[in-house]
């Protein structure tokens, strides 16, 4: 786009073309000029921005958020990831102890994960024994989608907790949706438009609901006349009540004398390490930090269907700009996507 300075210019060289001289900055007309120059170059930019909010593929921020609007879409928020925490009892107490909700466990360690517990719990009198209760990540986000056993002290010391630890990794953590994420929903929903009856319709309509990050449809699946949906959610398989109204809302919309079938997809864990080399000035431990984030969010992006390669998460960890060679220790055999599967990610190690 043309510049201030070269409108001003374009005017004393028009003018000097027909005057004969330049008029100087501080004339009637030389102020005429910068004035207007001004203006000029103030609705070129609006034009330029009005340009590039048209479409998709240039619209960026809340102009992209309003195109995604049109079509049904909304940008995903940071979630909390969820998971479970146990706790054995210290024993020795003549009296059953409570830990209330909100009670905060530690993952330790430089960059701590923060989860707390969802309900209140009751603790055993009697030493050793163990009770588990729902909790979430106190942060939204993919850094609360820690391993299993990586929670393992409680933030303020009780007597009557021997140990704490979660036996299963914390899933559903995810990062709020950025443009480049929601660009390419928004294109993959124009490249499949919704017709009332394609894949498209049960497509949209599944991830419209609750807990659905993802759905994946066959139609004439397992036989003409019938559709299959098989659904996740964000790095994780949905819960029963989730696919139960996800078929309660499909039957509703159905056509005329379709069969609706669905399920929640298929979990193809992966266990994965990896040896990075931090850049030169770089603390390890930041760069170990930086390629977990990395890889944790390539596994919460993966839809239903889709699959990741070693190429792939070898990119995403270059891109962080924190390691100068990583290699991938684990004998891995990354699975081909398939339309029924959800490739999640079972344990990482970095080191």
């Known amino acids: 786009m043309i510049s201030y300075d070269e409108l001003v210019q374009r005017m004393n060289t028009a003018y000097e073309k027909q005057a004969g001289f330049v008029p100087d900055e501080a004339s009637d007309t030389g102020v005429r000029f910068r004035v207007l120059a001004g203006e000029i170059y103030s609705l070129l930019t609006d034009l330029a921005w009005l340009k590039q909010s048209l ?52 993952t330790g360690g430089e960059n701590p994960v923060l989860v707390e517990t969802l309900e209140e719990l009751q603790l055993p009198v009697e030493a050793g024994k163990t009770v588990s209760v729902q909790a979430q990540a106190v942060s939204a986000g993919a850094v609360g989608n820690v391993l299993a056993a990586a929670v393992t002290a409680l933030t ?3 007597s009557f907790v021997s140990a704490v ?12 949706e950025t443009d480049e994420q929601l660009r390419a929903r928004l294109l993959q929903q124009d490249t499949q438009q919704n017709n009332g009856a394609n894949p498209a319709f049960y497509r949209q309509l599944a991830e419209q609901q609750e807990g659905v990050f993802s759905a994946s449809v ?23 009540s989730t696919v139960q109204q996800v078929q309660k809302v499909l ?9 609706v079938h669905v399920y929640p997809a298929k979990i193809v864990p992966l266990k994965l390490s990896f040896v990075v080399q931090e850049k030169e000035g770089q603390l390890k431990t930041v760069a170990q930090q930086a ?16 699959t990741l390669c070693e190429t792939q998460l070898y990119a995403q960890i270059y891109n962080t700009g924190a390691v100068q060679s990583v290699k991938l220790l684990s004998n891995t055999t990354f699975p081909t996507a398939s339309e029924d599967t959800l490739v999640t990610l079972a344990t990482l190690e970095v080191s």
């Open 55 to 106: 479409l998709p593929q240039t619209a960026a921020g809340e102009q992209l958020d309003k195109l995604a609007q049109e079509q049904g879409l909304g940008r995903l928020q940071a979630a909390h990831a969820k998971g479970s925490v146990q706790f054995t009892a210290m024993g020795g107490s003549v009296v059953q102890a409570v830990l209330p909700a909100g009670t905060r466990c530690t």
């Open 156 to 158: 303020a010391a009780n």
């Open 165 to 176: 630890t979660n036996p299963q990794a914390f899933t559903g953590g995810r990062d709020a």
């Open 218 to 240: 066959q139609t004439a699946t397992p036989a003409a006349g019938e559709v299959t949906v098989w659904l996740a959610g964000v790095g994780a398989q949905v819960a029963d």
């Open 251 to 259: 039957e509703a919309a159905r056509e005329l004398n379709v069969q």
């Open 291 to 306: 390629v977990r984030k990395a890889v944790q969010n390539s596994f919460s992006s993966l839809r239903v269907g889709e």
